[in-house]
C-alpha cells in the first residue's frame, strides 16, 4: 500500500526575505554531533561568515556567524530535532560587514577537484535535507557515476526547494552541470514529484544545453524523498548502508544552491529558504532566513494564532518551544494541538502494508521483552531499521502512536550494545 | 509527539463499514426466512420477524454479557471499556452463522460462551480465537442436534425441499457427489449464487458477501488476501478433484458457494483480532483455510469453522515468521512448500480414492436413523432418466419401498406396477440376485432391483 498524502498548497509563491533579526543563536551542532570548540569570546566582534566554531570529529566542518555583531553570551536553545543545545547568541548591527576573502573563480566550473572540495569545506556546505552530513565528504571519493538532485519534498506542506528551485532555476542547472565536469560525472538526475510538473517545464525551459542533466518524474507518495526510497525509484537499485556503494550521490536543491553561492561568491552556509505554514499561521510563506534566528521572532512577523510550534514536517517533524533555526532546517510549522485518543489495536496490519522500510510495527510494538532471550528475538524484527518516517502513526485507525513505541524498542535494543 | 496529521479512518469506522456491508446479506435472510415463508402462509407474524429478531437477540445479548463483564471487572471506567470493545460483533456474528431453527436459548448460550473466550484473553484485540466461532463450536458439541436438516430449513423450505442441506448431503460422505445429487435438489447453480438455498441464516447467498467483499476492500476495511487465497485454493483442489472424477465445472463453483465458506472467508477468516498482520502471512493464512476446509469437507464434515478457529492458533507463528520474511522472502518458502505440497496431497488422495459406491449410477440423497428405522433416500439410472426411490429399513429388514419420482415410459412403469414387483422385491431381499426381472420392461426392473441391492450395501 502506498500513501499519497497531498501537498497543501500555499497562497503565493514569492520568496520573503527575513533577513534583520535583532540578534541570531548559532546552533553549535554539525548534524547530529554537539561536540563543537568555540572560537569567539564574550564581547568579541564578529563579521558576517566568520568561523565562530568548529566541529572537533572526523570532518571538522566549520560554523560561520550569519550576521556581523559582537558575541553576547552562550545560551541553550532548542534545536531542529527539538533537543536542547549550546548557542553563540550574536547581536545584530544590521551592518552586514564581511570579512575580506581571498576573490574567487568567476566561472564555477573552472575548480579542480581539490579545490572544489576544499571549498565547500571551508564553507561549511552540508546535507540540507534533513541529516545535516558534510557534503564534501560525498564527493571526496572517484567512484561517482551518478548525481541525484533531490527535489521531491514528499512531507505535505514543504515547499522550501520547490520556491528556490524555481527563482534560482538556471543557477542550480549551472552548479549541477558544473559538479558533473570537475568531478567527472557521467550524469545527473533531477528527481520532481509527478504533482510538480511545473517545475519541470520550467526545467524543461532552460536543460536545452545540458545534455548530462535528466529530469525524471517519480509517484507522490511519501515517503519519496527518503534516499532509499529515491534511489530505488529513480535507478531501480539497492545498496546496503550508503548510495556510494552504487556510484550514486544524493544531494536536494537546497544543497546544490548552497554549492553555487559558496563556489561563486566563496559565501558560507549562513541563510537558508524555510516554509512557514500551517494553519494557525496567518501569512504562509517561504522565508529566507539567516541561520540561527529565532523560530519566534520570524513567526511574529508572519502574524501566529494559538497553536502547536513544530519543527520539520507534519511527519517527522517534532513539537519546541523556543527554537532556532538550524541548517538543516527545511519547515516550522503551526498547527491544531492533535487531539486523538488512542484507542486499543485492531491489528488491522495497515502499519504493516505502509512501512518503508519493510518493518511490521505492529509486531514490534506488541512485542513483550523481558528476559535476554526476548531481546534477541525482538532484533530479527529488526526496529533498528525504522526511518522514523511516522507512516504508522499516521496510517494507525486506533490513533496509536506507533512510531513512539518502535522508537522505544529501538532505544531498548541499542541500550544493550 | 508527531505525527501532526493523522489519516481520517478510524476504527469505529472500520466497524460501521463491517455493519453496513452486513445489512444487505442481514435484509435478504429476512426475505429469505421471513417474507417468503410469510407470503406463503407457511408462518405468521411472529414468524415473518422472526429472522430480526434472531439476529436481534444475538446483538443485544453478546451487548449486554459484555456489559456485565465490564460493571464487575473494570468498574472505574466501564464506559471507556465498553466504547471501544465493539461487543456487538461475536453475537452478531454468531447469530448469522446459525441454522434459524435454533432455539433462542441455544443462541444466547453460544453468545454467553463466545463473550467470555473474548473477555478472558484480556479483551478486544487481544483474543486469540474468533469469538463468534468459539460459541459456535460450543454450541456444535453440547447441541449437536441443532445442526440438522430440521433446524437448516425454514418452514418454506421444509415443504418444498426434500432433500437435506447441500453439505449434509449423504452423497459427499460416500463419494463426491454428482450434479444430480448436490446441485439438482435445489434447482441450479444461480440458486447457490443468489442464495436460495436451505443453509445458516446468512451464509447462502454468495452474490451477497461478494458484493460486502468488494465494498470492503475498496475501503480497505479486511485483509484481502485472506478471502482471495482462501476461495481460490477450495476452487482449485475441488477443480482438480472434479474434473480427474468427470466432474463438470460446476463442481468447484459448488464448493464455493456452499455451506459457510464465502461468508466465512470473507467475514469471519478476516476479523482483524485474529488473523495475520503481514501481507504474506495473509497469503499463507488463506492457502491454509483452503486446505483444511476442503480436508474437512472430503471427510463428510462442513469444516469452515473449524479450519478458521485452527488457523487463529497458528496466526502468531506465521506472523512471526512472514515479518522476517519481508526482509527475505526465502524464510517464508518452507510454509508455502508445505502448503504446496498439502494441496498436490490433497488432489491426488481424493482423486484415486474416491469413497463413492461401486455403481456409478446409484446415489444416496440422505439417510435419517429414526430409533430402529432408517430411512434412505436413494437414486438408480433407469430407462429414461434417474429413479429416485424412498427405502426403509426396520431392524436390518426393508418394510418399505417407494419410488418418489422416475421418468421412465408410462407403459413400461404401469408393467412394473402391474407385476406388483415392488413388493416382489421386498419379500425377496433376502435373495434378489435370483429374483426375474419384469419381461419387456427389464431395464427398469433391473434399475430398482439394484437400486435396492446398492441400498442393502450401503446400510450393511
Known sequence: ?417 | MGPFIKSKDTTTKIMIRLLLSLLPIILFSFYKNGIIPFLHDKVGILGLFYPLIFILVGVISSFVFELIYALIFKKDDYKEYIKESYSIFPGLFLAMILPINVPIYVLILGVFVSVLSKVLFGGFGKNLFNPALVGYLFIIIIFSSSFSSATYFNKYELDTITSATPLTNESLVTGIGTYDTLVRPYGRLLNFFIGMIPGSLAETSALLCLIGFIYLSVTKTIKWRIPVTYISTVFLITYVIGSYLDQSLYYPFFHIFSGGLMFGAIYMATDPVTSTVTPIGQVLQGVFLGILTVLFRFIGTEGVAFSILIMNLFVPILDNICAKSRFNIIKSLGLFLIAWLSIIALCLYFSYINKGPNDPDFDIISKNKNGSKTTYVVTQKGYGGTIKGEIIFEKDKIISFNILSNHETKAKYDLIIQENYLNKIISNQENLDNLDTVSSATVTSTALKKMVINTIEDYK
Not at chain 1, 102 to 109: F, G, H, Q, R
Not at chain 1, 384 to 400: D, H, N, T
Request: proline share 4%; glycine share 6%; charged share 30%.
Open chain 1, 1 to 417: 500500500m502506498k500513501v499519497k498524502i497531498s501537498k497543501k498548497r500555499m497562497t503565493q509563491d514569492e520568496l520573503v526575505v527575513f533577513n534583520k533579526p535583532s540578534k541570531v543563536y548559532i546552533p553549535l551542532i554539525s548534524g547530529s554531533d554537539t561536540d563543537i570548540t568555540i572560537l569567539v569570546k564574550k564581547g568579541e566582534y564578529v563579521y558576517k561568515g566568520s568561523i565562530v566554531a568548529k566541529s572537533k570529529g572526523n570532518f571538522r566542518i566549520p560554523i560561520h556567524s550569519s550576521v556581523s555583531g559582537t558575541v553576547v553570551d552562550f545560551v541553550e536553545k532548542t534545536s531542529f530535532s527539538g533537543e536542547k543545545i549550546k548557542c553563540i547568541l550574536i547581536e545584530n548591527d544590521f551592518k552586514e560587514k564581511i570579512e575580506v576573502k581571498p576573490t574567487v573563480k568567476k566561472e564555477i566550473n573552472k575548480y579542480t577537484k581539490d579545490e572544489f572540495i576544499e571549498n565547500l569545506k571551508e564553507n561549511g556546505i552540508v546535507g540540507l535535507g534533513g541529516a545535516g552530513f558534510p557534503t564534501y565528504v560525498k564527493y571526496d571519493t572517484n567512484k561517482i557515476k551518478t548525481l541525484i538532485v533531490n527535489a521531491v519534498e514528499c512531507e505535505p506542506y514543504i515547499t522550501a526547494d520547490e520556491c528556490l528551485a524555481k527563482q534560482k532555476c538556471e543557477e542550480i542547472l549551472e552548479t549541477i552541470d558544473a559538479i558533473l565536469e570537475i568531478n567527472k560525472i557521467e550524469e545527473a538526475i533531477i528527481a520532481i514529484k509527478k504533482e510538480n510538473i511545473k517545475l519541470k517545464e520550467l526545467f524543461d525551459n532552460f536543460i536545452g544545453t545540458y545534455l548530462k542533466i535528466k529530469i525524471k518524474l517519480v509517484p507522490n507518495i511519501y515517503p519519496m524523498g527518503w534516499e532509499r526510497t529515491l534511489i530505488s525509484e529513480v535507478t531501480g537499485k539497492q545498496y546496503n548502508k550508503l548510495p556510494i556503494e552504487k556510484g550514486i550521490v544524493v544531494n536536494n536543491i537546497s544543497t546544490i544552491y548552497a554549492i553555487y553561492e559558496a563556489l561563486k561568491y566563496n559565501k558560507p552556509l549562513i541563510e537558508k529558504v524555510v516554509t512557514f505554514s500551517g494553519e494557525k499561521l496567518k501569512k504562509k510563506c517561504n522565508v529566507l532566513v539567516k541561520i540561527g534566528t529565532s523560530v519566534d521572532e520570524v513567526l511574529k512577523s508572519l502574524g501566529v494564532l494559538d497553536g502547536v510550534i513544530i519543527s520539520g514536517g507534519p511527519m517527522m517533524g517534532v513539537a519546541v518551544s523556543d527554537a532556532v533555526i538550524c541548517s538543516n532546517q527545511n519547515c516550522v510549522l503551526v498547527l491544531d494541538k492533535p487531539n486523538d485518543i488512542p484507542m486499543k489495536c485492531l491489528k488491522c496490519g495497515k502499519c504493516v502494508s505502509v512501512c518503508p522500510a519493510k518493518l511490521s510495527p505492529v509486531l514490534i510494538m506488541n512485542f513483550k521483552c523481558k528476559t535476554d532471550k526476548d531481546k534477541l528475538k525482538l532484533s530479527k524484527l529488526h526496529p533498528e531499521r525504522c526511518i522514523e518516517c511516522g507512516l504508522c502513526s499516521y496510517i494507525c485507525p486506533s490513533k496509536i502512536n506507533v512510531r513512539e513505541t518502535i522508537k522505544n524498542k529501538k532505544e531498548l535494543l541499542k541500550g544493550d550494545k
